[in-house]
Structure formats: structure tokens, C-alpha cells
């Protein structure tokens, strides 16, 4: 009886094995949902600092927030440590009804998140000259949904269109006309090494229509033709109000 339980494990442990290569093999851009939960697994990309050394959790400071490049080498995504833990998942709702579920934050002390640095609404993005799109750590006045004045903190504020996100909740619309949350970009922690992964992302995906709309421009800023490649390997992590010469702030 033993050995049969064993060899059953064994198989197991194998047939798991093998579809985790399958999906590592054929990782990028493929879709699959569990649960109620739809995610989009890209490459595995490790961020690292601009002299190639990995980003380490005490090397990001609370109240600020910084820009990587993921998954694709031109679409921007904001890195933050939020200083408390975010342990409680949010169920969220994209724009046609789908629910997916944020799970917090990582991290040594399930502090640090990320996500698309892209507005819902119409793609406000950092780009290199300006960003109108930034995380405010400080108490801030906005409007939410029923135009009511209201005053929040840890908040990523448009100002192109005065869209409002949660950070504290998965970047939950709070105002404006954005109409679903922002793309949460998937963190792995391994606390062996005490480093920092990309690994795919969660929620509503507009990059393609972010494509569409900005190639000529991000093909001049980037100065690249595939402003589509995936991200390979490391993505380089900066303090935002350095990558953006100007912070427009509302």
C-alpha cells in the first residue's frame, strides 16, 4: 500500500512538473482563468536598478513610486511599497461585468504592489517629457463616483480626465470616468534571494488598443519599431518623477 501511495505521489509530482514546463515553455501572452480570477502570464522578469543589481524591498521608499517596463518594453507600470501589509483579497469587476481577485500585496511585509501605469479611461500614461497620471502617498481632495468631494490617501490620480484608483484595493475605480480598475502587474517574491519578479498580470488588459493608439509616438520615444517586444530577463526600475520630467498634479 505504500509504495502504491508513493508512486501515486510521484506521478503527481511529474504530471505537475510537466504542465508547469508547458506553460513556462509557451508563457507568453497566454491566457487561462481560475476561479473567478482571470490572469495573463508573460515572461518572468526580474527588476533590477539602473546599475544592473536586483531591486531589493528596502531599496524602495515608502510614499514614492516608481516605473518599470512590463511586459512589453514600452508600456510603463507603477512599483510601490505602501509601508502596511495588504493581506485581504479584493474581488474587482472589469468594464463587461468579469470579476477577478486581487490578493495584496508581496514582499517581506505584503507591502509592495504594481500595476499598468495606463489609465482605464483613455490610456493617460508617464510618458519621458510628462505624466498626468500619479500615485498621491499624501491626503488628497478628489470627487467620487456621485461627484461628492471627498478626501483620500494612497490614491493614483488621472489628471487628464480626473480618474481616481485604490491602490489599498487592487486600484479600484473611487472617481471619474475610468470604468474598470488598472491592470495589476503580478509580483513574485523569493525571499531566498530577497528580490523582486514580474511574472504576468491580472484584471483588464489594454494593450493592444494602447498599441492602436500610441505606436507612431512610442516608436520615436523609444526609438524602437517593436514597441510590442516582450520584456526580457530584467526590467530596470526608476523613481517616477525621475523618468517623467514633469509631474502635471491636479
Not at 497566454?30 to 531599496?59: C, H, I, M, T
Not at 517629457?129 to 490620480?157: A, C, M, P, W
Not at 524602437?224 to 526590467?235: E, M
Request: glycine fraction near 6%; proline fraction near 4%.
Amino acid at each position: 500500500m505504500a509504495d502504491s501511495i508513493r508512486k501515486s505521489c510521484r506521478g503527481r509530482r511529474n504530471f505537475i512538473k510537466l504542465c508547469m514546463g508547458a506553460v513556462t515553455a509557451g508563457q507568453l501572452r497566454q491566457s487561462f482563468a481560475v476561479g473567478n480570477n482571470l490572469f495573463k502570464r508573460y515572461n518572468r522578469v526580474q527588476l533590477v536598478k539602473l546599475n544592473n543589481e536586483p531591486v531589493l524591498p528596502d531599496d524602495l521608499e515608502i510614499g514614492q513610486s516608481y516605473i518599470f517596463h512590463y511586459p512589453f518594453v514600452t508600456t510603463p507600470c507603477f512599483l510601490i511599497d505602501m509601508g502596511n501589509a495588504l493581506s485581504d483579497s479584493v474581488q474587482l469587476n472589469l468594464e463587461n461585468g468579469q470579476t477577478y481577485t486581487w490578493s495584496g500585496g508581496v514582499g517581506p511585509n505584503q507591502s509592495i504592489v504594481a500595476f499598468a501605469a495606463i489609465c482605464a479611461h483613455k490610456m493617460t500614461h508617464p510618458a519621458k517629457s510628462v505624466s498626468f497620471i500619479n500615485y498621491r502617498h499624501e491626503t488628497i481632495n478628489y470627487r467620487d463616483k456621485n461627484r461628492k468631494l471627498k478626501k483620500g490617501s494612497q490614491l493614483i490620480y488621472c489628471c487628464s480626465e480626473r480618474s481616481v484608483y485604490d491602490v489599498k484595493r487592487g486600484a479600484k475605480v473611487l472617481g471619474g470616468p475610468a470604468t474598470q480598475p488598472l491592470t495589476t502587474i503580478l509580483l513574485e517574491y523569493d525571499d531566498t534571494k530577497n528580490c523582486l519578479y514580474a511574472i504576468g498580470t491580472s484584471g483588464g488588459d489594454l494593450y493592444q488598443r494602447f498599441f492602436r493608439t500610441f505606436t507612431s509616438r512610442l516608436q520615436l520615444e523609444y526609438l524602437t519599431t517593436k514597441v510590442d517586444a516582450p520584456v526580457n530577463r530584467k526590467t530596470e526600475v526608476i523613481l517616477n518623477k525621475e523618468f517623467s520630467k514633469t509631474q502635471m498634479t491636479c
